[in-house]
């Protein structure tokens, strides 16, 4: 399978955060690494790799090196996606029943409308010796959120305020359906409905990666923010061969679209705990780990807004980004990205080593933009860091679109990050190669 496929079809299968996790926990297990849990007593081997998860939709992967770890090479992702989390089983309205819904997310909500949509996530069930954890997807098109006909509203084209309450509850189905509570018992393994205690159910569009252009240079996609990075940084990093006292760590975390305040996500403890217990694991000092922590370099990649050929005027004139043009290095003065001078030098030229071309992205002076999770991420890891990503359009829409070659691009970067042997000589100074 291709890179570019490999891409699809981790795309296709992350139809929620906890069915991306899974996906990489598979890719994972299947490229030989082990499964390490939070609860039991870790013991790490030289040279192995392994990895961990946190409420079932973050991931953390390692590589022990051979020697002591001198420091950390670290490239972060998020597996959640704008979206419509669902909060009840059904409600009946005018002969229909619809699933009541609260958005997650900033998304575009204009592009949930009229498109077929089904539920992915989890549920809780009840056992006979206490709860599981099960995976659900409806492989069906199973709702529709309905736009309500200009007949009703003649100023829909005039733009439309949107009532998430009001606007956005989906279809289920007429009145004397089979009940959304005896469909997920079926979807999560023919279970009674009565033994499902619990859920954390999302909408997905049924729509799969797609490739679009006279000779596909584009895709389309739900979720390529950011899926496209988890996957294609999770790629370079089962991919990368080095043999210096870097310790290799690939994450995807969660709850980045909602502020990353969670125990899965970056303002949580997940990286700096794991961090923490590899080294006294391997019988290293505290005081190591802070010198490990000053030597690492971070990469937080989450992707960036390519210049709209319909709104070139809503980029920045000298720091608009093109899909197809390589990663982008994206930098803001009030350190929204982490990315630094230094640091964005020695990405770029790492980058530059291996032939991968490098793109800059800032906002516009007069329109401040989001954040991501590398500043967040911060606040219990004190390491150089940048944020790169990957140039796309329509960013929080329910189907985005990017560029096929940048996929290439950014796994022969993240490969070239972790390969690359650079050693930070001071305050300000690194050798590399």
């Known amino acids: 399978m291709d890179d570019i496929q490999s891409v699809f079809r981790f795309l296709d299968r992350g139809v929620s955060p906890w069915h991306a996790a899974a996906e990489a926990c598979r890719r994972l297990e299947q490229a030989g690494c082990e499964r390490l849990d939070d609860t039991q007593e870790w013991k790490l081997v030289p040279g192995k790799r392994y990895f961990v998860t946190r409420n079932g939709s973050a991931v953390l992967a390692f590589r022990v090196p051979k020697g002591r770890i001198g420091s950390w090479r670290i490239a972060l992702s998020h597996s959640d996606a704008p979206t419509w989390r669902i909060k009840n089983a059904g409600i009946e309205k005018a002969g229909c029943v619809k699933l009541e819904t609260e958005g997650y997310g900033g998304m575009i909500m204009s592009t949930w409308l009229d498109r077929p949509l089904t539920i992915a996530g989890r549920v809780i069930l009840r056992t006979a010796d206490g709860l599981q954890t099960r995976l659900v997807y409806a492989d069906q098109d199973l709702l529709v959120i309905p736009n309500l006909a200009i007949h009703f509203d003649r100023a829909a084209n005039e733009g439309k305020k949107w009532d998430p309450q009001v606007d956005l509850q989906p279809l289920y189905g007429p009145c004397g359906c089979r009940s959304f509570s005896d469909l997920l018992a079926s979807e999560a393994g023919g279970c009674a409905p009565s033994d499902i205690l619990s859920w954390d159910l999302c909408l997905t569009p049924r729509q799969k990666a797609v490739r679009v252009g006279p000779a596909g240079e584009y895709f389309m996609s739900p979720r390529i923010d950011d899926l496209e990075c988890a996957c294609t940084t999770l790629t370079a990093f089962l991919e990368a061969e080095t043999e210096t006292d870097a310790a290799s760590v690939w994450g995807m975390l969660d709850n980045e679209e909602v502020g990353s305040s969670s125990r899965q996500g970056a303002q949580g403890t997940f990286l700096a ?26 990469l937080s990649a989450d992707n960036g807004h390519a210049v709209h050929p319909n709104h070139p005027e809503k980029s920045d004139p000298e720091n608009g980004p093109v ?17 630094d001078a230094m640091t964005a030098a020695l990405f770029g030229e790492i980058c530059r080593r ?13 329109m401040p933009g989001g954040s991501t999770l590398g500043n967040l991420q911060g606040h219990s890891l004190s390491a150089p860091m940048l944020d790169i990503g990957l140039a796309q359009m329509a960013m929080h829409s329910a189907v985005e679109t990017a560029g096929v070659e940048d996929i290439g691009s950014m796994i022969r970067a993240v490969r070239a990050f972790y390969q690359t042997p650079f050693v930070c000589t001071g305050d300000g100074s690194y050798r590399i190669g």
Do not use: C, H
Request: hydrophobic share 40%; aromatic share 6%; no cysteine.
């Open 273 to 298: 705990d794991t961090l923490a217990r590899i080294l006294e694991t391997l019988g290293q000092s505290r005081s190591d780990g802070w010198r490990a922590a000053a030597s690492s370099l971070v």
């Open 323 to 339: 899909m197809n043009g390589g990663v982008v290095v994206k930098i803001n003065a009030s350190q929204k990205y982490t990315t």
């Open 354 to 366: 291996v032939g991968v071309p490098v793109q800059r992205f800032a906002n516009r002076a007069d």
